[in-house]
């Protein structure tokens, strides 16, 4: 039976993309992951989640990544409800992910708050039956989940890493990061606006932008 994992890295980071990892093994060859030492990619530093990402791709039969730019995520989520239209938009990559690995069965972490719909959604957009298993911390609970969570942590790092070469040092790129806040509001009084790497349609953003309109208006 083949068998494949699918997880994200940077749902609800500010700057940079939001990467998609699907991998896909034989069952009987995944114990070769426990023995790897893979895990869930938080719980491992990022040398680490490098060297594994290489012996993943080397013990995995296939493996697949997908980039959410930050135009694409503002183009869906910008109307309507956010949470939602992310998590349809997470469903949408995942079954492109899962089309393209061709499993018998597939473990996701899932996104939306309800298991159940989260597995439909995706189901629904695939040209063929698979069995998916869409559960909440599914990167803990199956390594086949942990491999894909190390690929896409390791190809975010990447992104992330060159976004710092051109734009300076903002930090992890997720609002509870006082560097990242401070980059938006810097790049606000620098230029007058947002570079393409952030997330414009995301709340932390919104709100300074609307504190440099309220700022502006006040002096005119």
Known sequence: MLVAGVDDAGRGCVIGPLVIAGVLMKEENIPKLVRLGVKDSKRLSPRKRETLAV???RVTLK????????????KVVQSGRKL???NRLEAQTMAKIVELLEPDIAFVDAS??????????ISELLPFKVKIVSEHEADRKYPIVSAASIIAKVERDKEIAELKEKYGDFGC???TDPKTISFLHQSLEDFGAYPDCVRKSWRPAKRAK???????????
């Not at 708050?113 to 959604?121: G, M, N």
Request: net charge neutral; proline share 5%; glycine share 2%.
């Open 55 to 57: 012996e993943i791709k």
């Open 63 to 74: 493996h697949s990544v997908i980039k959410l730019s930050p135009k694409e995520i503002d």
């Open 84 to 86: 939602h239209k992310l």
């Open 112 to 121: 939306d708050v309800l298991e159940e719909r989260f597995k439909q959604h």
């Open 173 to 175: 790129g997720y609002p």
């Open 210 to 220: 609307a504190e440099k309109d309220s700022h502006q208006t006040r002096l005119i």
